[in-house]
C-alpha cells in the first residue's frame, strides 16, 4: 500500500495477525470483549503499550499460557489510537479493509504459491 504511512500499514499488520491467531486458536464462534484501554495523548507511549502488549503475549505462548489479554489489548491500542504526523492522520481502521483486499489477491498469499520452495509460509 505505498499510498499509505509506513506505520499505518504495519499497525494494520498487528490487527489482521493479532486477529488471525485469535481465530486460529479459538474458531468463529468465541466472542472477545475488547479490554478498556484509554487513548493516550502521547503517540510513542501508545506503541510502546502495544509493545509491550504483544511482548505479553509471545510470553504468555511461551508458558502455554493465555494469550488472548495482550492480543486483544494490542488490537485495542492500534484501533482507538489516532497518530498524527506533520498534519496527516493515521487511519488504522480503514488501513485493516485495505490491507485486508490487498492480501486477498496477493500472489505470494495464494496456497499453490505457497507449497513451492521458498514460498511464503506463514
Same mark, same amino acid.
Do not use: W, Y
Given at each position: 500500500?505505498?499510498?499509505?504511512?509506513? !506505520?499505518e500499514?504495519?499497525?494494520?499488520? !498487528?490487527? *489482521?495477525?493479532?486477529? /488471525? &491467531?485469535?481465530?486460529?486458536?479459538?474458531? /468463529?464462534?468465541?466472542?472477545?470483549?475488547?479490554?478498556? !484501554?484509554?487513548?493516550?495523548?502521547?503517540?510513542?507511549?501508545?506503541?510502546?503499550?502495544?509493545?509491550?502488549?504483544?511482548?505479553?503475549? !509471545?510470553?504468555?505462548?511461551?508458558?502455554?499460557?493465555? *494469550?488472548?489479554?495482550?492480543? &486483544?489489548?494490542? *488490537?485495542?491500542?492500534?484501533?482507538?489510537?489516532?497518530?498524527?504526523?506533520?498534519?496527516?492522520?493515521?487511519?488504522?481502521?480503514?488501513? *485493516?479493509?485495505?490491507?485486508?483486499?490487498?492480501?486477498?489477491?496477493?500472489p505470494?498469499?495464494?496456497?499453490?504459491?505457497?507449497?513451492?520452495?521458498?514460498?511464503?509460509?506463514?
Amino acid at each position: 500500500l505505498p499510498h499509505r504511512l509506513g !506505520v499505518e500499514v504495519e499497525l494494520a499488520d !498487528v490487527v *489482521i495477525r493479532a486477529a /488471525d &491467531l485469535l481465530g486460529a486458536l479459538f474458531g /468463529d464462534a468465541t466472542f472477545f470483549a475488547l479490554p478498556n !484501554v484509554t487513548n493516550q495523548t502521547n503517540a510513542a507511549d501508545n506503541l510502546l503499550d502495544m509493545h509491550a502488549a504483544l511482548s505479553d503475549a !509471545v510470553e504468555a505462548a511461551r508458558k502455554n499460557k493465555d *494469550i488472548t489479554v495482550g492480543l &486483544l489489548t494490542a *488490537i485495542q491500542l492500534c484501533l482507538n489510537t489516532r497518530f498524527t504526523r506533520t498534519g496527516v492522520a493515521i487511519d488504522v481502521g480503514s488501513a *485493516i479493509q485495505e490491507k485486508l483486499d490487498f492480501n486477498a489477491v496477493r500472489p505470494d498469499h495464494k496456497l499453490d504459491n505457497r507449497m513451492q520452495e521458498g514460498g511464503k509460509k506463514f
